[in-house]
C-alpha cells in the first residue's frame, strides 16, 4: 500500500497559493491516476484505488499545514502504511519556481507542515517531493508570498512542476524511489 500526501491548506481563499501546491499536485495525481477523492476522514480528504495490484491513497490533510502530521499518523496507522511506502509532496523556497527535488529524508528547513509530520511520524526518514515555489521579492513577508497567487510568468514553471511531480508519484508506483529520486532529480 502507498500513500502520496499533498501539504496545503483547505479553504478557497488558499487555492492556487504556492503554500497550496501540495493539494494542486494532489488533484493532478487525482485525475491522471483516476482515483477519486472522495472520503472524508483522518481530519483529511482522501482517495483510494488500486493499481498495479497495489493500494494507492491519495491525501489532502484539512488540518491547515501547521498540524499535517495530525491527519497523516492516524491515516497510516489505520492503514497499517510503512514509513517507505510514504511520499510527502510541499512547497519549498529555497527552489527556483518550478523546479522539484525528491529526498529521502532531511530536516524540516522551516516549513511548519514537515515540522508537523517530523512530530507525529517520529522521524525525519520519509519520501518526499519539494516543489519549488521561489523567494519573495523586494523584502515581501514570507507568510504573506507563500498564501499569495503566482505571477504570471511563473505560470509556465509552476504547471511543468505539478506535471513533473505527478510522473514522478507515477513511477513510484512501479518502482522503488531511490530509482525515481535518480530519473526526478
Excluded at 499536485?25 to 472524508?40: M, R, V
Excluded at 523584502?139 to 511563473?154: D, F
Excluded at 509556465?156 to 513533473?164: G, H, L
Aim: charged share 30%.
Amino acid at each position: 500500500m502507498k500513500l502520496v500526501v499533498g501539504l496545503g491548506n483547505p479553504g478557497k481563499k488558499y487555492e492556487r497559493t504556492r503554500h497550496n501546491i501540495g493539494f494542486d499536485i494532489i488533484e493532478h495525481c487525482s485525475e491522471a491516476l483516476n482515483i477519486s477523492l472522495d472520503k472524508q476522514k483522518f481530519k483529511g480528504i482522501y482517495g483510494e484505488q488500486t493499481i498495479n495490484g497495489e493500494k494507492v491513497i491519495l491525501l489532502k490533510p484539512l488540518t491547515y499545514m501547521n498540524l499535517s502530521g495530525e491527519s497523516v499518523r492516524p491515516l497510516m496507522d489505520y492503514f497499517k502504511i510503512n514509513l517507505e511506502d510514504l511520499v510527502v509532496i510541499y512547497d519549498d523556497l529555497d527552489l527556483p519556481t518550478g523546479k522539484i527535488r525528491l529526498r529521502q529524508k532531511g530536516s524540516a528547513g522551516g516549513h511548519n507542515g514537515i515540522k508537523s509530520l517530523i512530530s507525529h511520524l517520529g522521524t525525519q526518514e520519509f519520501n518526499r517531493i519539494r516543489v519549488g515555489v521561489g523567494r519573495p521579492l523586494n523584502g515581501e513577508p514570507v507568510v504573506n508570498y507563500v498564501l499569495s497567487g503566482y505571477r504570471k510568468e511563473e505560470l509556465e514553471n509552476v504547471e511543468e512542476a505539478i506535471k513533473k511531480t505527478s510522473d514522478a508519484v507515477r513511477a513510484w508506483l512501479e518502482k522503488p524511489f531511490l530509482e525515481v529520486m535518480n530519473d526526478f532529480n
